[in-house]
């Protein structure tokens, strides 16, 4: 494992990578509040292929962007990053990872050589009727401020488990880690606290679906049975989509992070790329 950045403008993503430069490339976006090294257990199980995983604006190591979080932010990034390749690789996203994906790959899809969405299947969306609440939600959220830090990071990470309790200490301590900084002999999250801020506006499903028509490229939507998708709006979904094969997984909406889980995930990815070319 070692680091890498790319360039963005006015700021840097920063990564982390598996493998060796020359091996068939793939690029992974996390969710949510996570980071590059939420790849860590399934890079280990995939021989052969060069797994660069980065961290989303305002998330782990990369800088923070000033005009807030809305899932076209990410999406921007990650049609940026892609470009940055002399030729178009494949990509993993999970969770606010694959929303953004679908974004970026159904306006740019000779960017991406495929694309694999982890238990996510686009952007949440609203409804017109819905948007004058959602704006009043973002403006009467305040990023929280004065958090005095944690006494180690022990305490960050039993914070995390409270949240989520379906992961365990040991597979998502890697990804709390990276998201944590000492100042003061205390820990304080390197996250923008803006992540937690509601957005002002969602798209509306119309929007999502012409986004998932424009992906025109290999497409594999994995659904974890104990995952966050409903069934019928990832069936929805799927259907709109010209290219996409559905492979269904046993597991929770963070499966990734587990040895034996990614296991077997990773054979099922490994055969994917091998048929997208």
């Known amino acids: 494992m070692k680091a890498i950045q790319f360039d963005y403008p006015g700021a840097s993503i920063e990564g982390l990578a598996w493998g060796e430069p020359g091996q068939p490339t793939v690029i992974a976006v996390h969710g949510w509040l996570d980071n590059a090294a939420s790849f860590a257990a399934l890079a280990d199980q995939l021989p052969g292929i060069y797994l660069i995983a980065i961290d989303l604006?305002?998330?782990?190591?990369?800088a923070w962007l000033p005009g807030g979080y809305p899932i076209w932010a990410p999406a921007e990034a990650i049609a940026w990053v892609a470009e940055q390749f002399s030729q178009p690789v494949h990509w993993l996203g999970h969770s606010m990872g694959a929303a953004a994906l679908v974004l970026a790959a159904g306006a740019f899809p000779e960017r991406f050589a495929s694309t694999v969405l982890l238990d996510g299947i686009g952007p949440v969306t609203q409804t017109n009727e819905q948007a004058v609440d959602t704006f009043r939600r973002h403006v009467e959220t305040s990023v929280r401020a004065g958090f005095a830090g944690y006494l180690n990071p022990e305490q960050a990470i039993a914070a995390r488990i409270k949240a989520t309790p379906f992961v365990g200490a040991e597979v998502i301590a890697p990804v709390i880690l990276r998201n944590l900084e000492p100042r003061n002999q205390r820990w304080f999250w390197r996250t923008d606290p803006a992540l937690r801020r509601p957005s002002a506006f969602r798209l509306t499903e119309p929007m999502v679906e012409e986004f998932l028509r424009a992906m025109t490229l290999p497409t594999l939507v994995v659904r974890a049975h104990e995952g966050i998708v409903p069934e019928a709006v990832f069936c929805r979904r799927l259907g709109l989509m010209p290219m996409a094969e559905r492979l269904?997984?046993?597991?929770?909406?963070?499966?990734?992070?587990?040895?034996?889980?990614?296991?077997?995930?990773?054979?099922?990815?490994?055969?994917?790329?091998?048929?997208?070319?």
């Open 57 to 62: 604006p305002g998330h782990g190591l990369s």
């Open 248 to 277: 269904d997984v046993e597991g929770h909406h963070h499966l990734h992070l587990e040895p034996e889980k990614s296991a077997l995930l990773a054979k099922s990815l490994l055969a994917f790329w091998e048929r997208a070319g």
